[in-house]
């Protein structure tokens, strides 16, 4: 972290040089502000709410939209940030995995909308009917190779995001 924040405080300016021993006191009172749990949590509900709003954009145009999943790694990423208020690679980890999480699920309940209109029955009674089998082979019917294209950004956006950065304020405590 240190060495992140070195980077943050000299992008665009002069380096200046910082005070360890504040750096320290400053790290462990926003180490004792983050919550993982918390941050883990919205970042679940952003991945199930972002593969729903994927889903849905995808069966009522019936485009595979690909930037969606960028979208479902932005919300993640967000809400994993203002919940967890985390400053360690953990909820990076943590809003990159819930990303590649939504996606699949996004890509997973657009396979499930695809299937019933073409079949004309309700989509919950698709849903009821997912077991592990017929989600694995729902899944490599619908894959694109593409999807890791998206799936990588997704991924890459939710860990960037999932990571609080030092406001201005607490760079300046670093220096004077």
């Known amino acids: 972290m240190a060495d992140e924040v070195g980077e943050q405080q000299t992008q665009g300016q002069a380096a200046v040089p910082i005070d360890p021993t504040r750096l320290e006191l400053i790290l462990d009172r926003l180490r004792a502000d983050q919550n993982l749990v918390a ?16 889903a849905a954009v995808t069966v009522f145009t019936g485009f ?33 995995l819930l990303s590649l999480l939504g996606c699949a699920l996004g890509n997973l309940l657009a396979a499930c909308g695809w299937l019933a209109r073409q079949e004309g029955v309700p989509f919950l009674e698709v849903l009821s009917s997912l077991d592990a ?44």
């Open 39 to 54: 941050g883990v949590l919205a970042g679940a509900a952003g991945a199930v709410a972002g593969a729903g709003l994927w």
């Open 64 to 96: 595979q939209i690909g930037w969606m999943a960028v979208g479902v790694g932005f919300l993640v990423g967000y809400l994993v940030r203002l919940a967890g208020k985390g400053i360690d690679k953990s909820f990076g980890v943590a809003g990159a």
């Open 133 to 176: 089998e017929f989600v694995g082979r729902l899944m490599a019917h619908t894959f694109n190779p593409m999807d890791l294209i998206f799936y990588g950004f997704a991924s890459y956006e939710g860990y960037k995001l999932s990571i609080r950065k030092l406001t201005e304020e607490e760079l300046a405590e670093l220096t004077g």
